[in-house]
């Protein structure tokens, strides 16, 4: 019998994977601070998080009674899920970036991130240990 990744690891994997690419775009919010026009970008991560765990193989799934059958699922589909934010203060050159807002949005999202990587570091080791028979 093989081991079942998505089971073993759980919420775990899409969390830190969400954690990464919602570091990119506060990044890129970030790096358009003095662009004019740009428009500061963000996602919802609870509702992105729902999204990935029920298209994973051990969330719920439509079922596929035929091969030819499309896979539901939305994979890959963050990009499309990427909201504007509504700033606070706007700028007179129509930047929404608030370099505030962006800092604490990026610190908060780095702690996150790591509490993510701790946790599936810790099934990772977990699994090693029941690989090896310690």
Do not use: C, W
């Not at 963000?42 to 298209?55: I, P, T, V, Y």
């Amino acid at each position: 019998m093989g081991i079942s990744f998505d089971r073993a690891l759980g919420v775990s994997q899409h969390a830190f994977k969400l954690r990464s690419e919602r570091s990119s775009v506060l990044a890129s919010n970030l790096a358009n601070t003095d662009t004019p026009g740009y428009k500061a970008r963000d996602f919802d991560f609870q509702s992105a998080l729902k999204a990935e765990q029920q298209n994973s193989p051990s969330g719920l799934q439509t079922a596929r009674t035929q091969t030819m059958h499309f896979k539901g699922g939305n994979h890959g589909k963050i990009n499309s899920d990427i909201l504007y934010r509504v700033p606070n203060q706007p700028s007179i050159d129509g930047n929404t970036v608030e370099e505030h807002v962006e800092h604490a949005e990026m610190m908060k999202n780095k702690l996150e991130f790591d509490l993510a990587f701790t946790v599936l570091n810790g099934k990772f080791q977990g699994l090693r240990k029941a690989i090896t028979g310690e």
